[in-house]
């Protein structure tokens, strides 16, 4: 017999009580290394005037070195080819 509310398996959960798995987030440093982690759409340069630029400036896997932490998940990285403003979630710790 069910209760009202009750589980109709055992080891089922409410929907309700699920705790949803959140996003890993990195905490970045100035001087950290990371890596791309994926292929870009674009590039924009972390000068006092940005630009876009090509993505293939950068390639996925490519090291940097974090220069500056800017708002809104925002992160300057330094890489060979010059300094851009790159989202957090496209970066991992190297």
Do not use: W
């Amino acid at each position: 017999m069910n209760d009202v509310g009750g589980h109709d398996h055992p080891g089922q959960e409410d929907a309700a009580t699920a705790i949803p798995q959140e996003p890993e987030t990195v905490a970045l440093q100035i001087g950290a290394r990371v890596e791309v982690c994926r292929p870009l759409r674009y590039l924009k340069t972390s000068d006092p005037m940005p630009m876009l630029r090509p993505p293939d400036l950068v390639d996925p896997g490519e090291v940097g070195t974090v220069t500056a932490i800017r708002m809104m998940g925002q992160v300057s990285v330094r890489f060979r080819r010059g300094s851009f403003l790159i989202n957090s979630d496209d970066l991992k710790l190297c």
